[in-house]
C-alpha cells in the first residue's frame, strides 16, 4: 500500500541527507504552491517522502559582507516588502510584488520559483538581471554558482540528490546602475508573464560600461542577452541602437505560443519592451 | 499518514492525514469545514481561502502537515455565533454575493487586507482581491462592500 511519509527537518544537514537518499523517493516541498498543484491534479498518493523546507530557518533576508542574502525559502510576499530589498534590490522587489497574487504570494518562495525554473518563472528573470549568486547546500558542503550556471531543466526533482538551495547571494544595486523590471501580462493580478525584460546596467560619460538584459518566457528558462552586451556596452544608447539590439536579442529567443500568447505575439512585443528598457538609458 | 495539529477558529484538532493532503481536503473532508470551496484547485480562483497565522493563503496548495501547529481562520470563524462581522453585513448590504461560491474567499481576502490595513484605497482593495474570482462578475459590488466595512471594523481586526 502507497504511504507517503512527511519529514520536517530542522537542521540542513540532515534535510541535506534526506534529499540525497534515493531508496526514499524524497521530494522537497517549501511554500508548495507548486508541487502541491501536481498531487492536486493527479488525485493519488504518491510513494514519497516529503521533506518539507519550512523547518530549516532558510526564511531570512539580511545584509552580509556587502551582499544582500535572501533565502530560498522567503516567501514572495515578504522579499517584495522588504525595506531592505527595497532600498538595495528594487528590482528584485518590484518582480516578486507582480507575481501570482497577495496569497500565493504569502507561501511561494523564492528559492521554489528558481527550482521550478520555468519559462515564466519571474524569480530567475530578476535574479539573472541581478546577476545573482545561488548557494547550494548538500551533503558534501557548500557551492556557489552564478545563475546563469544554475541547471535549467525545469520541474521540481532537478535538485533532489544533489543539494537544498539554501540562498541567493546579490551584489546592491548601486547608486550609478540603472535597472528595469517590465512585464507584460494579461491582466494586473493574478497572471503569469506574457514576456518579461528585465535590465541591469551601468552608464560613464554617455556611455554604456555594463548591460544585463534578462528576457524572459521566450527560452525554456530566462536568459541573459549576449548580444545585447556586446552591442551596447561602449556604445551611446539611442533609438537607432536599441532597435538593432532588439532585432539581435530576437535571434536568441525560442518562443512558444501557449494559452497566453502567440510565439508571433511574443516577439513583437519583446521588441517594444527591449526598446522601452533601454530607453531609460538615455 | 501523518499526525497533524491545527487550531481551526480556536479549536484544537488532532488528526491522522495522508502526507500529500492539502489543507482544503483536510478541512471539508475530515473536519466538515465546508466554508473554504473547492474551485480550480491550481491557486487561481481564490474560493479556498483561509487565514493562515495572519496570513492569506490558499487551502488547496497548502500542504496540511506543512501547517502543523498553526491557527487556521475560515469563514466560519468570522464574526461571532449570531452577530456578523461587519464585513460579512456589508457584503449582505451591498449586494455583493450573487450565486455565493466566491464569496468565503473574498471575506477572506477582505478580511486579510482590513487587519493590516483598516483604510485601504480602491486601489489596494482591487489588489487584495486580484486572486479572487467571481464569475457571476459582481466585482463592482464586492469592490464597494468592501469599501463600506472598512469604516465599521473596529474592535474586530485580527485573528479570531
Known amino acids: 500500500m502507497l504511504n507517503p511519509v512527511f519529514l520536517a527537518p530542522a537542521d540542513l544537514n540532515q534535510a541535506c541527507s534526506l534529499l540525497a537518499d534515493e531508496a526514499i523517493q524524497p521530494l522537497a516541498i517549501a511554500g508548495g504552491t507548486d508541487v502541491m498543484v501536481r498531487f492536486n491534479r493527479h488525485r493519488r498518493r504518491r510513494q514519497e517522502t516529503l521533506v518539507c523546507l519550512g523547518k530549516l530557518g532558510l526564511d531570512y533576508i539580511r545584509e552580509e559582507d556587502g551582499k ?5 525559502c522567503a516567501p514572495l510576499s515578504e522579499i517584495a516588502a522588504s525595506p531592505l530589498i527595497r532600498e538595495k534590490l528594487p528590482l528584485l522587489a518590484k518582480a516578486c510584488s507582480e507575481m501570482a497574487s497577495p496569497a500565493v504570494r504569502n507561501a511561494a518562495t523564492l528559492g521554489g520559483n528558481v527550482v521550478n525554473n520555468a519559462r515564466h518563472a519571474d524569480g530567475v528573470a530578476a535574479l539573472t538581471a541581478l546577476n545573482a549568486a545561488v548557494v547550494v547546500a548538500s551533503t558534501e558542503g557548500e557551492r556557489t554558482m552564478p545563475m546563469s550556471d544554475f541547471p535549467s531543466a525545469p520541474k521540481l526533482e532537478k535538485l533532489a540528490g544533489d543539494g537544498i538551495v539554501k540562498h541567493f547571494a546579490i551584489t546592491p544595486l548601486g547608486s550609478d ?29 554617455g556611455k554604456c560600461t555594463a548591460m544585463r538584459l534578462v528576457i524572459g518566457c521566450m527560452a525554456p528558462s530566462p536568459f541573459a542577452s549576449k548580444a545585447a552586451a556586446e552591442l551596447m556596452v561602449g556604445q551611446e544608447p539611442g533609438p537607432a541602437l536599441h532597435e538593432q539590439v532588439a532585432l539581435e536579442v530576437l535571434k536568441e529567443c525560442t518562443p512558444a505560443s501557449d494559452a497566453r500568447a502567440s510565439a508571433w505575439y511574443r516577439e513583437k512585443v519583446t521588441a517594444v519592451l527591449i526598446e522601452r528598457v533601454l530607453s531609460q538609458l538615455n | 499518514m501523518a499526525l497533524l495539529e491545527i487550531k481551526v477558529n480556536g479549536r484544537e484538532h488532532r488528526l ?12 471539508r473532508e475530515q473536519l466538515f469545514i465546508t466554508g473554504p470551496k473547492v474551485g480550480c484547485e491550481t491557486g487561481d480562483c481564490g474560493a479556498c481561502s483561509v487565514i493562515i497565522d495572519g496570513k492569506l493563503r490558499r487551502a488547496c496548495l497548502t500542504n496540511a502537515m506543512s501547517v502543523s501547529g498553526s491557527e487556521i481562520t475560515t469563514v466560519e470563524g468570522v464574526g461571532e455565533k449570531g452577530a456578523l462581522h461587519p464585513l460579512q453585513t456589508s457584503f449582505y448590504e451591498n449586494y455583493a454575493s450573487q450565486c455565493g461560491y466566491c464569496t468565503p474567499g473574498m471575506i477572506m481576502a477582505s478580511k486579510a487586507l482590513l487587519d493590516q490595513n483598516p483604510d485601504p484605497s480602491e486601489l489596494e482593495i482591487k489588489e487584495a482581491l486580484s486572486g479572487n474570482l467571481c464569475r457571476c462578475t459582481g466585482y463592482v459590488n464586492i469592490i464597494k462592500a468592501v469599501k463600506a466595512a472598512a469604516g465599521n471594523t473596529s474592535g474586530q481586526g485580527g485573528e479570531k
Open chain 1, 68 to 72: 544582500v542574502l535572501v533565502g530560498a
Open chain 1, 177 to 205: 546602475e540603472i535597472w528595469a523590471w517590465k512585464k507584460l501580462r494579461q491582466r494586473k493580478g493574478e497572471s503569469r508573464s506574457v514576456v518579461s525584460v528585465s535590465m541591469r546596467a551601468s552608464m560613464q560619460g
Open chain 2, 16 to 27: 491522522e492525514v495522508d502526507a500529500t493532503a492539502n489543507l482544503l481536503t483536510v478541512l
